[in-house]
């Protein structure tokens, strides 16, 4: 069974650009979430996607947006990256979205904004 | 709205001693409870959680925490730690109502620092 896998690893952009981080769930999971973690903080919620479909959203602007396709992989993308932006993106997935379906995170993608 | 306090940023230790990391939360509505570790360069996993029953629940690494309703708190203890253990560890919650969905609301972690 394979895991949350996320990609790339590392990123670095400077302020402005745009970035699209990419995340494939468990396998047989429909559910999948992203969280920003800052350096030295606990993770934020950002949105989650159920079955292709936004299923909540945290307190994130616009410029924050995503995808979840047909395989149930998912893309983040953010756009006109600000220097706060910088942070580990972590992606997870789970089968279903109840509170007693467990999420199983990847390893984060981590991206530098200059 | 949901909000998940962590009492100490770094908690150290010395090998074999007993340890407990302190969980607070806050919310307008029933929640469920969970407990992530995080080992360095790895993503968060699973430690244990409360959904209902038995207020205090245990992991398969010797770790438990007690849900306590009246002081709105999940606390994590371990009777002796090994090195092994050092890692980051975050409380979480859920709110618990039927359609709410398993998003999570994460506390700042606690450094668990193990010394030999």
Known sequence: ?114 | AQSVTQLDSQVPVFEEAPVELRCNYSSSVSVYLFWYVQYPNQGLQLLLKYLSGSTLVESINGFEAEFNKSQTSFHLRKPSVHISDTAEYFCAVSDSRGNAGNMLTFGGGTRLMVKP
């Open chain 1, 1 to 114: 069974e394979t895991g949350v896998t996320q990609s790339p690893t590392h990123l670095i952009k400077t302020r402005g650009q745009q970035v699209t981080l990419r995340c494939s769930s468990q396998s047989g999971h429909n559910t999948v979430s992203w969280y920003q973690q800052a350096l030295g903080q606990g993770p934020q919620f950002i949105f989650q996607y159920y079955r292709e479909e936004e299923n909540g959203r945290g307190n994130f602007p616009p410029r924050f947006s995503g995808l979840q396709f047909p395989n149930y992989s998912s893309e983040l993308n953010v756009n006109a990256l600000e220097l706060d932006d910088s942070a580990l993106y972590l992606c997870a997935s789970s089968f279903g979205d109840r509170q007693y379906n467990e999420q199983f995170f990847g390893p984060g993608t981590r991206l530098t904004v200059l």
